[in-house]
């Protein structure tokens, strides 16, 4: 193909997207928008899966049975979520295993969230309400995107996801209309998970080169601190509920814009959790390596016995 | 051996009346584990009442390049639709 | 309060939350993401039942426990789950010998308890086996995947099989609560079950090319409260937060 050629075919492409048109897999696609689309939902699938681990922790300690099973029906969504994105991506033309592949090597990063210690029982009412409140807001956006497996994936997630976030907030509740110790136990959580929440939007959108390219495909709909204040201003009043008190000394509703302003964050720690020194990546990583190494056999396993019996499905034909 | 497990499509009927739609796709050995992984994956609340699964690779699809040949022509094909005719304001249901 | 009956009940209800328990522990760390999803539905399925024996049992008790009190707050030594149960996840071979061990059984046992003289019993038997039904198939299958799959599979299944098979024979024990039910027409007779679980259970491993164990001696104690040493550890982490912090709601 000439460079004239592929150049009216983006056109006809950029074209389709501002119309609201979908992309489907087998559709023209600039290699672009192959890639980063690629990056951008193993990264989610990634996140799904991992973000299995601190919560799993907590499945075999929780306090009563019906916490009990409700977390694991929601560690078990995680799963099934990771499992519907990693679909769409195969449609792209990449196996589950080669993304595996980049997840287990450090190529692909996943969100920067789950490299926190889920330390207390507080823990999980935080992520429900906080880790889910803030990816909901990112995911709901996206129900919109471009490329249609993406978005028909995540219509399904976030339909799924509705009552993860209750589950984190009813648990955050209960505990602060518990026992002090409860209370305590509640405060310190929100305390530790506030600043890496909002650090789940991305850097400033000074710092965030790839906006405006994303928008124009639908991956974003609002920038990264558009989001990040909308999270802020629909947390704020939740905490307020229930009795809780927001880390940020500088946190003030501003009734001239109609929103909260709020502190500054810990960009160097954003950065370095990143880049993968975080207080949990290791463990993270080697959790899910040693779970895919451990279970290679099995997967041969099953594979070598379909295969036997197909043969003899085979030879009894003959 | 590092084989992956083979792709299948997956349908779901929601209810009696209904037909198979596509619900998304998953890894499986087999067709039996590719049911059996269709019913834990996507009917863990209660979606559906029948499962169809596929294997990926035997699904043959038609090229979006071909497009303009397959689809448009239907296009002008006006008369196959009930509002290409006339008919007297007295007839309301027809 | 009928104490035969919240014995017997809690004999049920033990060995589902064991192995529920068990399979937790698993959850993000399947040997595939499908697989994963699975074997969670099947603790699922078993924490169902759980609740539903625990808050018969309380019901029954009629004081001011309740289902987590039960689940939680009892020393070891009252714990009555047979020992299969509490076996841990050695490999994904364990998990699913472990599995396939219990279901066979446990499938038998609500076939019958479903014409149980309690209603209440009737009804959870009546709902419950309809997810055991699928355990079976589950486990079963499986079997035959390691069993035949490949030669590593093969002799993985085979040491798991072989291992567990000393638990199997507590299965058909019973307790003085047991005794006292089945007279009542309330309990399951297990001891009419006995041969037929061995013959499904051999005919499965059959199929998978696993010699069925020849073995004389047997394991017990689980339904008296004498378990395995892993058995501390379970509850360590099951009754952390009710023994960490008693007496609170959550």
Known sequence: MSEAQIKSLEEEFEARIARDEKIEPKDWMPEKYRKTHIRQMSQHAHSEIVGMLPEGNWISRAPSLRRKVALLAKVQDEGGHGLYLYSATETLGITRDELFEQLHTGKAKYSSIFNYPALTWADIGAIGWLVDGAAIINQVALCGTSFGPYARAMVRICKEESFHQRQGYEITLKLAQGTLEQKAMAQD???????????????????SPNTEQSMKWKLKRKTNDELRQQFIDQTVPQAELIGLTIPDPDLKWNEEKGCYDSGEIDWDEFWQVVKGHGPCNKERMKARVSAWENGEWVRDAALAHAEKQQEKKLNKAV | MKKEWPLWEVFVRSKNGLEHRHFGSLHAADAEMALENARDVYTRRNEGVSIWVVESKNITASNPEHNAELFEPAQDKVYRHPTFYDLPDEIKHM | MNTNLYNYLLGIADNSLILGQRLGELCGHGPSLETDIALTNISLDLFGQVRSYYQYAAKVAGDNRDEDTIAMMRPEREYVNVLLVEQP?????????????????????????????????????????????????????????????????????????????????????????DKKMIADGVGVDTSKLKEQYYKQISNVLDEATI??????????????????????????????MQRAYPNMSW
């Open chain 1, 189 to 207: 959580a929100l305390n530790r998970f506030w600043w890496p929440s909002l650090m789940m939007f991305g850097p400033a959108d000074a710092d």
């Open chain 3, 89 to 177: 996840n050695t490999d994904f071979g364990y998990v699913i010998a472990r599995q396939f061990l219990f279901d066979v059984y446990h499938y038998m046992f609500l076939t019958e308890l479903q014409s149980s003289k309690d209603e209440t019993l009737a009804a959870i038997a009546k709902k419950s086996i309809k997810e055991v039904s699928y355990h079976v198939r589950f486990s079963s299958d499986w079997i035959k995947r390691l069993g035949d799959g490949t030669e590593e599979s093969h002799k993985r299944i085979q040491n798991a099989i072989n291992d567990l098979w000393t638990y199997t024979d507590e299965l058909f024990h019973q307790t003085e609560a």
């Open chain 3, 211 to 240: 010699e069925v164990p020849d073995l004389k001696y047997f394991q017990k104690g689980g339904k008296q409260g004498v378990h395995t040493e892993h058995m501390g550890y379970i509850l360590a982490e099951l009754q952390y």
